[in-house]
Every structure is written in C-alpha cells, then in structure tokens.
C-alpha cells in the first residue's frame, strides 16, 4: 500500500443526509511511533473506511459510516497504541461525509503552524528488533543499529522538526531499496521509522587507538569486548553522548579509570547483560525490575549484595549502586562476545565538570589522556543526553536525573498557563518551557559553572525552543542573583519572575499533581536563596501557585568559610558543636567528636575563630548542611569528594540498621529528642539537644549505623510534630515533599508513612527529580500563574 497524495478536498461540505461521519483529532507523543500504522490496522479490523493523517494540530482520523462499535475502537485506539505513543487529548466530532472510496487511507503529512505534537523521546530497542537482531535468517543480523517505529534513536538526533528523516543526523543515509521499501509501507514496523537503517545502507561501528587512530578490524565489538577483559579504559559512542567504560569486577581497572578521569570516589554507574545478571549484584524488588526494563532504560539505584562480587571502587562506601540494561542493540551484541566482562563500568564520557561528550573528535580530543581505546559510530548525535537516573522509594518510580529517554517528554499540567520560560537554578540544572497544558522539562544540563556547561545550556534552550516552535511570553529564575541562570533570565528581556528556591520546589510537586489550593510543603534541600539574605533549606511553607508563607525552618547554624562548609562537612560538624556547647564546643571538638582529630588543628583554630567573631559565617537553615554535619561527626565523610556525597554516606550507613518496620521504636533503639519551639511568629526545629545526643551516643561507642538512623528518624518525628501543630491551627491536610533530601529513601519513606498515619495526603515527585533537576518546572508553573494576574 502507497501513501496518498494528500487530495485538495476529499470531503465535499455538501453532506448528504444520515451519512455520519467521525472526526478523531488526537494530540500528544503521536507522531514517528508507528501510530498512522496502527490506526490502519485498528480501522481495518473494525471494518472502516476512512483516513488518517499526520497534521500540525496532531493525528487527525476521519471515519466514515456506517459506525459499527465506535465506543470499542476508541477504547482499543487508546489500550492498543504502540508502546512509545503517548495520547494527551482526543476531540471527537461528527462530520458529515461522502462514502467516497472504501476501504482505509494513510494520507501524506502535512505540517504548518506550532508543533503541538512532540518529538518522541529516545527508547532502548525493542523486542521485535532484538529478535531479528539475533536470527542469523535476517537480513539485519547482528546489525548494530538496527532499530523500528516502537525504538531507537528520537530526540537526540532529531536536528529541527516536522520530525522526518532530512531534519534528523540519518539524512546522509540514503536508504537501500530494502529499507526504502519498509520505510513506505504502511503496515510495515517500519513505515516512517525516521532511523531506519541496514548493514547496506546505515552507519557502522569503528575501533580506534587512544589517539583516535582507525584500527582495521572485522569486528568492532569483539575488540571492545578484548580490550575491557584486559582491564583497558574504552570509550565508546552511544545514544546521548559518550561513555566510559572498564570492568567492573577489576578493581585496578576501575581504579586506573577513576585516577584518569579524576574522580576519586563518586559511585560509577555498571551495566550488565539482564535481569538475571542484575540480580546477582543487587537485591531487586518488583517495581525496580520493571523499571529496569522500562523502555526508557535508566540507571536504577538498588542495593548492592554483599556477595557480588563487583570492584569495591566502584561505590566505595555506598550502599546502593547506578545499574542498568542494554538499551542499544550494540550493547546487546557487546554482551554477547564471549570476552566481555560481565559487568562493565559506564560512565558518562566527559571530562571532569564539563559536558559528556557527542562528536568523535571532541571525545578523541577530551578523553584521549583516559581512554585506550574508542569504539565509535558515523551517525551524529544532534543533542546530548546523559543516561537518566532513577530510584523506586515507597513502591513508586521517581526520577533522580531524568534525561534520555524521559526527554522531551511532557508533563500535563492542570490548566493553561502563558509561554514560559523558566531557567533553572545551578546544580543539576534542568530548564523548562510551558505552553497551554504542557509543560516541557529540558534533559539534565549538569552545573551551571563552567563555560562549556553553560554553552551547552544555552544551545539547548535554543534547540528545544525550535523543536517546540516555542516564543516565550515570560521568564522565571531563581531569587539568587548570581546565579548564571539567573544572569541568563535577565538578559532575555522578557518580564522577569523571580521565583523562591523552596517555593519553586513545592510549586513542582503541586504542578504534577495538579494542586492549586494553599498546602503544606516540607522542602528539605542544600540551598537556596532567601528573601531574608539568609541560606534557606530546611523549610516548611504554607505553598500557593503564586505565593508561599515561611511557617517553620530548621534551626539555623553557621556556614563557616560560605560554600567552602558545603564540601568539607567537618566545618558543618563543627558549627554543629559550636551551636550545641558554645565555644567549649569548638575548644573540646575533638574530645566530643573524635572524628575532628584528623582535622589539621591550625585549620581547626582558624575555623574557631572565624566563628566566635563571626566573620564570613552566613547562617544556614539548610537540611543538606545538617546531613553533612553529622556525616561530620560519625566520620562517615570530613571532605567530600562530590556533591550529596556525605548525605549518601549518612543514609547507606543508616540502611544498615534498618529493621524491617524501622519507624516502630524497639526497646533498644536510639531515640533522639524533637525540640520544637517558636521564634518570631515561626516554628523553629531545634537542634540542640538532636547534637547532644549524637556526641552522647559517640561517648558510649554506640554504633554508628544506629545513630545515622536515629537522626533520620528525629527528622521525620520532628517534622511530623510541626505539620500536626500548623495543621491545628490552620486545618490544612495536604503535604507536598521537596527538595533535594527527598532523594534519600529513608526520609521520605518515612515521612509519607509518618504523615499518612497522620491523616495527611502526602504528595512527592514522581515525574520530574525532587532535587534541582525538576525546580524549573515549580519556577515555569509559579511564573506562569503571576503572569496571568499581571
Ligand atoms: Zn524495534
Ligand atoms: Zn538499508
């Protein structure tokens, strides 16, 4: 079957009478995942006759009479839509029509006007494929690149839309007449698989020396497969970006990695054939299996076993590691040579701070000093996309970075909102565009501080802005005046919304669950600017779309040396023995926390000083500061190496403690004060007597699992009490979590099953990152209801 010219008028206006027809016109991830296809075959079934056409307002389906079992079509056009469609509105008219030709039509595309459809994002290969890929009868065996319309590349080699193959990185690769042929069928897997590709006609895998010199070879992989066996570094080029890539069961390999790429101790993500391998390493439930196989294919954080065998430098001191599937068909056929190590290290291919790496040059340029091999590929990636990461707390799936194969997903919104573009913060920096009931979350852009990442930053805002066809209206940033984003906000010169950090935390939450009504929001993170001048972090607002109220914080402590307190928690253990003894505190820190005795003492003295006289000591009410200051004090982590790296810390070694119903007290557990008092019309968490007790349980050699876990448990009682005190007097019974402590499964497990048992709705991220990751979307959605009031 051929694809019609689209005619000038297939339906004449003059109806003729008790001739009812149906107009369907369907928006949402629609279009280039095989959807006319299954239209045809769906209307086909029911008997129809009719159209169905790619538009620029959607997928627009005209049936005509007679209508036998419409509801059951519709109900089958949405259980049975191909596994990467996603429908997000379906408008149904009557028309009036000619019976015209019988039998079903796939018109021709026709594209004009906003792009209200969506470029879906990247999907690991599908089942189908695989299947082919390894039955020898194929003509696509063993073909790396083989890919169809429910998988492969999307978004990241799409360069500008309608989304066909001249505007995506495979435009210089004629399709062979094969290819061509499937390309053109409409009931064909492959019909308009934008990737399409063969060993005839479609890219191929290279291998390379460490300068980036080609090495002849019958077989890429199988050199790849060689080189990780011997310990070698290889990089290789992925979907989204370059990868990094030793054997994860060879200690000094992962070492030599680890040493080249200057990353001393920050866990490294593995990859390993499937399940079953997975499970070898890992202690997996059911929700964290399948999201190990979803089709989007994140690193899933899970709890290591103690028997499996991988490098202790791959997660040193971390109880849960990054794991994932293949998701490429030469990842698969990587795992099926026979050399090839079990489990491998794949990390993101970038030098320390900047971007990961797409272009091969760049990679040979930038990973030269640290790979000894590449295995490279000639098809370009247009945009770049680090794996997403993403954990399973509380039964539910939440994404801790969501990039590839999340992007450039959408998340519905509850009402219209103007075109917004929000900015983002800093760290994890993601950004955020909003248009009507949609709002469309960037990939993970990384730290906005160095010059490249901020390139990056900017090229992305102008990439997603021309695939979206996108003209903001409005633009939110942080309160932080410094930040780049913020720079970046004011110089567009749009009306400008400056949103508070924690107000915009909870404000993403409320978006994904559609609240509009003041609620509770606990937002525990790191830091954000204040209105106050102060750090804030430890927060609890009474959260509006457009306003918010500080109600109750955590007791503020010093930050001693600014950010510098924020990589070294031993300062944050300090500060926290200074509020708690006063100056005998800073004079006897090591006799009260004898983990500061391997603290230079004229570093210590100066830290004091600081202190007493208040010299660049701003105050902090952070949970993240708090986290770092008993990691501090267990001597889990005086330094950190990155960024939550001392909250990790705190919580794997908590996990050891963890009883199956760990919120019930036994007669033996730890059980810190709650300390809640009133200052200046606000509720303040003190946390006085909380240090106390930890320098107490030091003195009595208590173990340090115990008192990492009792601290998480005084945080969750004691936010508890606060949420019952406010609720008393102000009635309200919804609490959003945010925040970047939100990531941590043992706080925010708790708090959901502390507050429900409460009579709380608790409500978490589930769509976008509760850290940084998703604030644009809380900036976009609060931007975005002031504008409307302006
Ligand atoms: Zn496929
Ligand atoms: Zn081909």
Redesign the pocket.
Known sequence: MTVLPRPESRFPPSPVPDEQGVELKIQGVVQGVGFRPFVHRLASRFGYSGTVVNSAEGVVIRLAPPLAQLDSFLQCLQDEAPPLASITSLEQADIKVFPGEPGFVILASEHSGAASTMIPPDAAVCDDCLAELFSKNDRRYLYPFINCTNCGPRFTIVESIPYDRPNTSMKVFP??P??SREYHDPVNRRFHAQPN??W???PRLSWHDAAGRLLPCDDPLREAGRALARGRVVAMRGLGGFHLSVDAGNDAAVQKLRQRKRRPSKPLAVMVADVQAAMKICSISLPEKELLRSWQRPIVLLAKRDDSRLAPSVAPGILHLGLMLPYTPFHHLLFRVEETPPALVMTSGNRSDEPICTANDEAIDKLGGIADFFLLHNRDIVTRADDSVARVIDNKARPLRRSRGYVPGSVALHRDLPAVLACGAALKNTFCMTRGRTAYLSQHIGDLETAETLEFYEESVRHLQQVLEFEAQAVACDLHPDYLSTRFAESIGLPLYRVQHHHAHAGAVMAEHGLEEDTFAVILDGTGFGPDGTVWGGEILLAGLSSFERLASLEQLMLPGGDAAAREPWRMAMAALGAAYGGAGLTGCERLAPALAKIDSVKKEALAQMMSQKVNTPLTSSCGRLFDAMAGLLDLCLVSDYEGHAAMELESTAWQAVRDDWMNDGPNEQRFPVEIRTEQGRLLIGTGPLIRSVVDCLARSVHRAEIALAFHRWLVQSVTAVIKELAASLGKKKVVLGGGCMQNGLLLGGLSKDLQAAGFQVFSAEKVPANDGGLALGQAVIAGMNHLHD
Request: hydrophobic residues 20%; contains cysteine; proline residues 0%.
């Open positions: 399709m062979c094969d290819c590709a063969c005839q006609c479609g």
